[in-house]
């Protein structure tokens, strides 16, 4: 997605709100279903929890763009593998 025409202020209340979201999945808060029964007839109704992969890559996007735009300062340094010799 391009972000230059997105005002600073909206990436990052779209990063916080993507940080929350990831953080209600992989907690186990986000709820899928719900149903409920009355009488004789019965009413259910699903939602599509997000994708965690999703969430990560959408969260990567935003960080991107606000190190390119120096908001956030510095960009965590990944670490290389470990290399084992006989």
């Known amino acids: 997605m391009?972000?230059?025409?997105?005002?600073?202020?909206?990436?990052q209340?779209?990063?916080a709100e993507a940080l929350a979201a990831?953080?209600?999945l992989t907690t186990g808060?986000?709820?899928?279903?719900a149903s409920?029964?009355?009488?004789t007839g019965g009413r259910s109704v699903g939602f599509a929890?997000?994708?965690?992969?999703?969430?990560?890559q959408r969260i990567a996007e935003l960080e991107a763009?606000?190190?390119?735009?120096?908001?956030l300062a510095s960009r965590p340094k990944r670490r290389r593998?470990?290399?084992i010799r006989y």
Not at 49 to 56: E, G, I, K, S, V
């Open 2 to 11: 391009d972000f230059q025409t997105v005002p600073t202020a909206t990436l």
């Open 13 to 15: 209340q779209w990063h």
């Open 22 to 24: 990831y953080q209600t």
């Open 29 to 33: 808060g986000q709820i899928t279903s």
């Open 36 to 39: 409920y029964s009355q009488g």
């Open 49 to 56: 929890a997000p994708d965690a992969n999703m969430l990560r």
């Open 65 to 71: 763009e606000l190190y390119r735009r120096g908001v």
């Open 81 to 83: 593998a470990i290399g």
